[in-house]
């Protein structure tokens, strides 16, 4: 969605910052976040852009050939946990609703999505990843989607700002830039 959004509008300048903490707009200089999943913290206006469904993944050198047939088998997998989001425990969802939550034992916890991802591809664990993040992954082989009927629960993606005064004209058409780009689907419902 940036990267169109850039291209779209080419007097737009954007500084980038990867981090899970709460900003701190006017100490440094923001004129917006992005949150994905949790809450808005602060006096802030938090616009909401869409939802990341998460699905479950597994390299094939993990797995061995073996095929994962309901949940409770995947206790028994090494597991890379997201710390942010999940750590000892998983709760999913399958599509018809049903909820379960399962107990799960890492061998690593990183606050990054991306290692977490390349730790996965390199048979280390399986994962709960955002479906975006490995969609090629899967299409190509690299990792397999356990359960396609099972989910995460989808971590909602706000863009926040500070209170009014109203935001400037760059910050409303970098919100409608990201509106429209994220209305298309972040996990394709046919990918399994």
């Known amino acids: 969605p940036l990267v169109q959004a850039l291209k779209a509008a080419p007097g737009l300048r954007v500084d980038w910052l990867l981090n899970d903490a709460a900003p701190n707009f006017i100490e440094q200089g923001l004129d917006c976040a992005i949150r994905v999943g949790g809450t808005a ?58 909820r379960q939550r399962l107990p799960i034992r890492p061998v690593l ?43 995460g629960p989808a971590l909602p993606v706000h863009l926040l700002y500070p209170t009014p005064p109203a935001p400037p004209a760059r910050l409303r058409y970098f919100l409608e830039a990201m509106r429209r780009s994220m209305a298309e689907p972040l996990w394709p419902d046919g990918l399994s």
């Open 41 to 98: 913290e602060g006096a802030v206006v938090a616009i909401p852009l869409a939802s990341v469904p998460r699905v479950l993944v597994a390299s094939p050198e993990l797995l061995g050939g073996r095929r994962i047939e309901a949940p409770d088998a995947l206790a028994a997998l090494p597991w890379i946990a997201i710390s942010t989001f999940y750590r000892q425990e998983l709760q999913l969802e399958r599509d018809d609703g049903v």
């Open 109 to 151: 916890a990183t606050d990054s999505l991306y290692a977490t991802r390349e730790a996965a591809r390199q048979g280390l664990g399986a994962a709960l990843l955002s479906g975006w993040s490995v969609r090629q992954d899967i299409a190509e082989g690299r990792l397999v989607h356990l359960l396609p009927r099972w989910r």
